[in-house]
């Protein structure tokens, strides 16, 4: 029968017949020397649920210096729901956080505040550490990079913080080498206007790579996202069939645009990918159905967000990890090329 008061740590170390420091250790996490069975740790959270004890949080963060709560932190940008390469990111880190037992705590968009106003909210203790995608030179990343606190960074190497990113040049470089393959030699160039370190990686790998293999390539627009990714009449132009000199495929920096610019090759008289071919990059599938699998560079968002946590959970009990750990890529065939 569950006691009708709170129980406290004394109630369950008598019901297990174990000391304090042993229930402890196991129910709270207590770091001591003292060792516990199978056998009494199995006794000890037995009479836990018998006495319905719990764990008070705030006492326990009080006693070890740790929350247990990782937070995450986009910069000062709000978080597009909508967006599959975002879900796929949160989804890692959801699942790294269940799986080691820490909550997560997702920051949001600080309107009016200056920068040493977000560095406090960041770090005053509601988390143990960080997980954040920003740009190098945001001012909190600054004062961030230059704190105690862990924090590590997915997707974009900053430089001055740990950060876990895709091989991002190897991605540029598959690109290029695919293309080439299948017998393309001028190739429009998509790139993003945003200041992303992954892109700007990618990008040049691409051209280099293509230069190396002898393509001629041009770079188009900068471009964001949704309808800002359509190829404007002076892109179109590059492949009519009517000049000698025609583009015959698209290397883009986000799957984005070949989700935008297929219906607009099609409409004008061109097919795909016998007239155009079109690679992608990110390899996320979007919400809605496509009537063409893109062939896309696989960048596994949700393992470099799983990464991210590992590492993070690495910085906060105090060990050493790199400046910057890559994972590899893979490319994604599908229809377009």
Known sequence: MKSLNRATLEDVARMAGVSKMAASVVLNGARSGTRVSDATRARINAAAV??????????????????????????NHSLEDRSPYLSEILLGIRS???????????????????????????????VDGLVIHAAPDDPVVKLLAG??????????????????????????????????EFGHRRVLVRTSKHPFISVK????????????????????????????????????????KSRSDR??????????????????????????PDDVAIVGYNGVDPYYPLAWDVTSIDCQWDQVARTAVKVLLDRIQGKEVPLETRLPVRLRRGGTV
């Open 247 to 272: 583009y015959s495929a698209i290397a883009c920096w986000d799957d984005g645009c070949a989700y935008v610019q297929i219906p607009q090759l099609i409409e004008s008289g061109l097919k795909v």
């Open 96 to 126: 790294a956080t269940d799986e080691s037992d820490k909550a997560l705590l997702m920051f949001g968009v600080f309107d009016g505040k200056s920068e040493a106003e977000v560095f406090r909210a960041l770090s005053d203790g509601r």
């Open 50 to 75: 018998e006495l319905d004890y719990r764990v008070n949080p705030i006492a326990r963060s009080l006693r070890t210096k740790q929350t247990d709560i990782i937070g995450f932190y986009s910069g």
């Open 147 to 180: 704190s105690k606190f862990p924090v590590v960074a997915h997707t974009d190497a900053l430089g001055t913080i740990p950060s876990v990113v895709i091989d991002d040049e190897e991605g540029g470089r598959m690109q290029a080498r695919l293309l080439h």
């Open 201 to 240: 990686r990618r990008t040049m790998a691409f051209l280099t790579e293509a230069e190396n293999l002898g393509i001629e390539t041009k770079v188009g627009r900068k471009t964001t996202h949704g309808q800002d990714h359509a190829l404007d009449a002076d892109e179109l132009a590059l492949f009519s």
